[in-house]
């Protein structure tokens, strides 16, 4: 299953808050369950073995429980296909995905791991995605003139005093690759992750002083970024 960001704004969610601790300790384990569409598969007993299998104490009338909970505070909705029960977070779209795209600059994801939700509950609750290939004879080239548009894009998303010290990271980067040179596609990259840091970090002050010890200490890579800014958050 791929990993999950869990932003910090949990903390003050008034709906999560209002979950009882087992239900609220069920929705982090459920949560690395899903697939790129926010959907997992919600029958007790596969639930119990693949988010509690070293956990003997807990059954799966506690899961169907805890998962009755979630969807009373409106935070998953279930369906049934084949006598399978399967869920989704409701608000799964609105936190995951900002920045996976292609290089046509298309939103993508990974192969459903569920049955497609039924039509209303797919209507009501989740984001479909554009068609990925709007053309029927795309060009397998993508266009260099769209990939600088969303670079220069990506960099005004930054304000203009943090600007620059992203400039100086992705030059950093260029110095030390043999060529002196990075690929757009490697600068896009390069900007999504830090943009991904900086909404995660949700401190401005913060990820600024990240960016700079890493330009500092010659260290411009995002590992290096985070790990900056997870000490800082831990003093």
């Given at each position: 299953?791929?990993?999950?960001?869990?932003?910090?704004?949990?903390?003050?969610?008034?709906?999560?808050?209002?979950?009882?601790?087992p239900?609220?300790?069920?929705?982090?384990?459920?949560?690395?369950?899903?697939?790129?569409?926010g959907?997992?598969?919600?029958?007790?007993?596969?639930v119990r073995?693949?988010?509690?299998?070293?956990?003997?104490k807990?059954?799966?009338?506690?899961?169907?429980?805890?998962?009755n909970?979630?969807a009373?505070k409106g935070?998953?909705?279930?369906?049934?296909?084949?006598?399978?029960?399967f869920?989704i977070?409701?608000?799964?779209?609105k936190?995951?995905?900002?920045?996976?795209?292609?290089?046509?600059?298309?939103?993508t994801?990974?192969?459903?791991?569920?049955?497609?939700?039924?039509?209303?509950?797919f209507?009501t609750?989740?984001?479909?995605?554009?068609?990925?290939?709007?053309?029927?004879?795309p060009n397998?080239?993508?266009?260099p003139?769209?990939?600088?548009?969303?670079?220069?894009?990506?960099?005004?998303?930054?304000?203009?005093?943090?600007?620059?010290k992203?400039?100086?990271?992705?030059?950093?980067i260029?110095?030390?690759?043999?060529?002196?040179?990075?690929?757009?596609g490697?600068?896009?990259?390069?900007?999504?992750?830090?943009?991904?840091?900086?909404e995660?970090?949700?401190?401005?002050n913060?990820?600024?002083?990240?960016?700079?010890?890493?330009?500092?200490?010659?260290?411009?890579n995002?590992?290096y970024?985070?790990a900056?800014?997870?000490?800082k958050k831990?003093?």
């Open positions: 299953m791929p990993n999950r960001i869990i932003k910090d704004t949990i903390l003050t969610s008034p709906t999560m808050n209002k979950l009882s601790i239900a609220e300790r069920h929705f982090y384990r459920l949560l690395l369950t899903v697939d790129d569409y959907c997992f598969e919600a029958t007790p007993d596969v073995g693949r988010c509690y299998s070293l956990q003997k807990v059954t799966a009338k506690k899961i169907q429980q805890w998962q909970e979630l009373n935070i998953t909705k279930y369906w049934v296909t084949d006598e399978r029960i869920g977070f409701i608000k799964f779209d936190h995951n995905s900002k920045y996976c795209v292609t290089d046509e600059g298309r939103p994801r990974h192969r459903r791991r569920t049955p497609e939700p039924p039509n209303k509950l209507a609750f989740c984001q479909s995605l554009p068609n990925p290939n709007p053309n029927p004879n397998p080239n993508p266009n003139n769209n990939i600088s548009l969303q670079i220069e894009n990506l960099l005004n998303s930054f304000e203009n005093s943090l600007k620059s992203v400039e100086k990271y992705l030059e950093h260029c110095l030390k690759n043999k060529t002196k040179r990075i690929t757009n490697r600068r896009r990259t390069l900007l999504l992750e830090l943009l991904n840091t900086k995660t970090c949700n401190d401005d913060l990820f600024t002083q990240a960016i700079e010890g890493a330009i500092k200490y010659d260290a411009c995002i590992g970024v985070n900056i800014v997870r000490n831990i003093q």
